[in-house]
């Protein structure tokens, strides 16, 4: 195909070209629950999350990273992997400092 003229040597952004704009689904495995509630006094750091903000409702901790644009669904479901015998995790401190500027 051809995507413009030789000179100028740039491609025009009204031009389409291939790949996907939008959501992807994106499967992850092995994400440890670590806490649900609902009281925002124990997660909310001062001046909220850095490019997110304050959490206003109830929400999950998670062990791990969360792929995904910010502020999105993110769709959980039963393990499909046998349980391990890893036990209960303890939470010994949850940071509520500030964020900003670090």
Do not use: C
Not at 37 to 50: A, H, M, Q, R, S
Not at 61 to 90: C, F, H, N, Y
């Amino acid at each position: 195909g051809n995507l413009g003229p030789w000179h100028p040597t740039h491609v025009r952004w009204q031009v389409p070209q291939t790949g996907q704009k939008g959501y992807h689904q994106r499967t992850e495995l092995n994400k440890r629950i670590l806490m649900i509630d609902d009281d925002i006094k124990k997660i909310n750091p001062d001046g909220g999350f850095t490019k997110y903000g304050e959490i206003q409702n109830e929400f999950m901790l998670l062990k791990g990273s969360v792929p995904g644009p910010t502020k999105r669904l993110v769709r959980i479901r039963d393990a499909i992997r046998p349980k391990g015998v890893d036990g209960q995790v303890e939470l010994k401190h949850i940071s509520t400092e500030s964020k900003q500027g670090v």
